[in-house]
């Protein structure tokens, strides 16, 4: 089974510095991966997907990922951070099950701005 | 395109109580998954429907149904409501890509349960 863990629960950077959001998963096969972003009472958003095409996935806001096979991470970036960006992420696995795919989600990061 | 909507944004229930929550897809999405979310298990999947069928299924003890309509709309059932069943519940769509590929969700802004 696939599995994925966001290595911190919380993230507190200054706005205008870069952010680093860790991610690492296991996975048997080729994965697909997902990041996306829940602001406070929201449903989650879409930032970027990987599946099997670049290794580095840019996504919308200004963020972007890169995927390390051989480091098992997909770790989200962005060069500066703004208010806006306080949220929670998460990174998601895709996994086959059923003749389908079920995603398989990390326990979240929340991002704190600092102004 | 109009996104995913789910009715009741707010709904407070009591124990032993049932409820049922409603998920409009994407126009032209097929399939629909639910997922709860609390503080403590994070998010997990309940259950995906496509073309009205249940197709993959979570955890979850039979008191959590499902079913979706001809129109894929979908709604999910709680019966007999716990305390711990108190939660946001999200729907995602997404256009089916079948078995040859993945596909990204789109979420509605869910449903918060509280149950006292």
């Known amino acids: 089974a696939q599995s994925v863990t966001q290595l911190d629960s919380h993230v507190s950077v200054s706005e205008g510095t870069p952010v680093l959001l860790r991610c690492n998963y296991s996975?048997?096969?080729?994965?697909?991966l997902f990041w996306y972003v829940q602001h406070p009472n929201k449903g989650l958003q879409l930032l970027l997907k990987?599946?099997?095409?670049?290794?580095l996935v840019k996504g919308i806001n200004g963020f972007e990922a890169e995927f390390k096979k051989s480091e098992t991470s997909f770790h989200l970036t962005k060069p500066s951070a703004h208010m806006s960006d306080a949220a929670e992420y998460f990174c998601?696995?895709?996994?086959?099950?059923?003749?389908?795919?079920?995603?398989?989600f990390g326990t979240g990061t929340r991002l704190k701005v600092l102004a | 395109k109009a996104g995913v909507t789910q009715t009741p944004r707010y709904l407070i229930k009591t124990r032993g109580q049932q409820v049922t929550l409603s998920c409009s897809p994407i126009?032209?999405?097929?399939?629909v998954s639910w997922y709860q979310q609390t503080p403590g298990q994070g998010l997990q999947f309940l259950f995906e429907?496509?073309?009205?069928?249940?197709?993959n299924k979570g955890n979850f003890p039979g008191r959590f149904s499902g079913r979706q309509f001809s129109n894929s709309r979908s709604e999910m059932n709680v019966s007999t409501l716990e305390l711990g069943d108190s939660a946001l519940y999200l729907c995602?769509?997404?256009?089916?890509?079948?078995?040859?590929?993945?596909?990204?969700?789109?979420f509605g802004p869910g449903t918060r349960l509280t149950v006292t």
């Open positions: 998601v696995v895709s996994e086959p099950s059923s003749g389908t795919y079920k995603y398989i």
């Open positions: 990987y599946t099997s095409a670049a290794t």
């Open positions: 996975s048997s096969y080729s994965p697909s």
């Open positions: 429907y496509f073309s009205e069928t249940q197709r």
């Open positions: 126009s032209g999405h097929r399939s």
């Open positions: 995602a769509s997404h256009h089916d890509a079948g078995t040859s590929g993945t596909y990204e969700q789109y």
